[in-house]
């Protein structure tokens, strides 16, 4: 029997803000735009594509595969150029949860590489604060990453 050495990311952050708020900054280009990438382009429909240009050479790519208002969405991931992780070879999953006065946004990122997990940690770890900021009300600036190649 092999295994398949791939591995999942599980990250969890609470967001004072209602999960219909929340959901928006996935669904909406000119809002998503604002937490991650500096171009944005969406089909926020199932089997819709997506587009976000990270920073003019690293461009994440996939289609939205489920899509539940306000409480899940469920999408493709990958790299444009990328052999590791071609779009379409990985899976993120992100669920709102209602809880006390906000959201808890559970991220889930299935079917990574082994050795493209600490890179996506990495990168999650850095855009889902800056969500959380949005979603709040605040402004978190530029994206600093917006300027700089990753790959």
């Known amino acids: 029997m092999t295994m398949n050495s791939s591995d999942t990311i599980k990250k969890e952050i609470f967001i004072e803000c209602r999960p219909e708020t929340l959901f928006s900054f996935f669904t909406d280009p000119d809002k998503l735009v604002r937490w991650m990438g500096r171009q944005v382009l969406l089909d926020p429909s199932i089997g819709g594509k997506y ?3 990270v920073n003019g050479s690293d461009i994440a790519m996939g289609e939205y595969k489920e899509i539940i208002p306000n409480e899940k969405i469920v999408l493709t991931w990958g790299w444009e150029k990328s052999k590791a992780v071609p779009p379409g070879s990985s899976t993120v999953e992100f669920r709102l949860i209602p809880k006390d006065n906000g959201t808890l946004l559970v991220l889930t ?18 855009y889902m604060p800056r969500l959380q900021s949005i979603a709040e009300g605040k402004d978190p600036g530029a994206d600093p990453w917006s300027e700089q190649a990753m790959h």
């Open 51 to 53: 587009r976000i240009d």
């Open 109 to 126: 990122h299935y079917n990574l590489p082994e050795a493209e997990v600490a890179s996506h940690v990495q990168g999650w770890t850095h």
